[in-house]
């Protein structure tokens, strides 16, 4: 029988002490990081076309973007997805998740905007018709959020994207089912309000701004509620942001020039920079 202390005991606890490098050397191969999140392809699809410096930046960021709101996008769904099953707490922790991932997005302009006018216009010509409009990730994403337009379809029409993209326009917005969850927590919510067509632009409505409202007069009665209504102008606050700070940056760097791709470019984004999503927690607020 092994003694206390004797090196070949079977206790684990006198088990010879195994230096971390080495437990880790059994749990993965060396290149197991890098072949998980696929990074050796990640790192290959930055392309620059010229030699200015600056250009890797645009390309790299662009891409940051890119997959920021892919992630932007599971997350809204997600949220959707919660409240159209009732469960209320799961759609307000992965709202508190996605503020983060916004903040996150809304700091890529601060890196962009570091760019002068010069720096760009010397490689900005070869983006010829490429523009940020046409990305079907950001399409999708406004589209989750109630953003509908149908003519916004249209230029994706011939990319591998279109159907989700015509699927996201065809289904019910996060806001959608956050209006029919206070429907069924017994706010006043008109048939018409269920039955409308969810491809249009969204509407606000009366009732619906009522209902807001007696959740932010019941606060402590209707607490969970109330941190849905602030938890979606959290959401939309961020994304005025994102808008009103894209408005800016192309401002610095364009002036009034016209966008890439033929888009007007900052007189469009001083446009959209005024919409606001899930309206009736904006206008509510002057009668508060």
Request: glycine fraction near 4%; aromatic fraction near 10%.
């Amino acid at each position: 029988m092994s003694e206390p202390g004797d090196k070949d005991s079977a206790c684990p606890l006198f088990a010879p002490a195994r230096s971390v490098a080495e437990s880790a050397h059994e749990l993965f191969t060396p290149t197991a990081y890098s072949d998980y999140a696929a990074m050796n392809t990640l790192l290959s699809l930055q392309h620059p076309v010229t030699e200015e410096p600056t250009e890797a930046g645009f390309i790299i960021l662009s891409q940051v973007k890119e997959l920021l709101f892919k992630l932007l996008y599971i997350e809204f769904a997600a949220a959707r997805g919660h409240l159209a099953a009732d469960r209320l707490e799961d759609a307000l922790w992965t709202l508190r998740r996605s503020l983060r991932v916004q903040h996150v997005l809304l700091s890529c302009w601060d890196a962009l905007a570091a760019m002068s006018p010069t720096e760009f216009a010397a490689f900005r010509e070869i983006l010829g018709t490429a523009s940020g409009f046409q990305s079907s990730s950001y399409r999708r994403l406004e589209f989750v959020l109630g953003n509908k337009n149908s003519a916004l379809v249209g230029p994706h029409r011939e990319t591998e994207e279109y159907s989700e993209v015509l699927a996201d326009l065809r289904s019910p917005s996060l806001y959608d089912e956050a209006v029919r969850y206070l429907a069924r927590r017994g706010c006043d919510i008109p048939p018409e309000v269920f039955e409308r067509d969810v491809t249009v632009p969204y509407e606000p409505h009366a009732k619906i701004a009522a209902a807001w409202n007696s959740v932010y007069e019941q606060r402590r009665e209707r607490h969970d509620l109330f941190l849905l209504a602030e938890a979606l102008t959290d959401t939309a606050d961020l994304f005025a942001r994102w808008r009103y700070t894209h408005l800016v940056t192309v401002q610095r760097m364009l002036g009034d020039k016209p966008g890439t791709g033929g888009t007007e470019g900052s007189s469009w984004l001083s446009q959209i920079a005024q919409h606001r999503f899930f309206p009736e927690l904006w206008s509510i607020r002057s009668t508060l």
